[in-house]
């Protein structure tokens, strides 16, 4: 399990206190969904639209780059 998980409502990593997901959390999952680029696809894009609802004062594309922009 890992301990760079969410901070909600501000989405910041509750280890390094990065913009969430951080760079450790990144690697983590690129390599928990190896096998599953198209999974970990939907799974950002469903934490992105929580993320969306709590920080609606954030820019969408800022949000988009941040949740979606590292995926291969």
Request: glycine share 6%; net charge negative.
């Amino acid at each position: 399990m890992t301990r760079h998980g969410p901070v909600l409502p501000l989405w910041l990593c509750e280890t390094c206190d990065r913009p969430w997901p951080c760079v450790v959390r990144r690697e983590e999952l690129l390599g928990e969904y190896a096998d599953s680029s198209f999974t970990l696809a939907v799974y950002m894009g469903t934490l992105l639209v929580s993320a969306e609802r709590d920080m609606s004062w954030a820019p969408p594309d800022a949000l988009r780059l941040r949740f979606l922009g590292w995926l291969p």
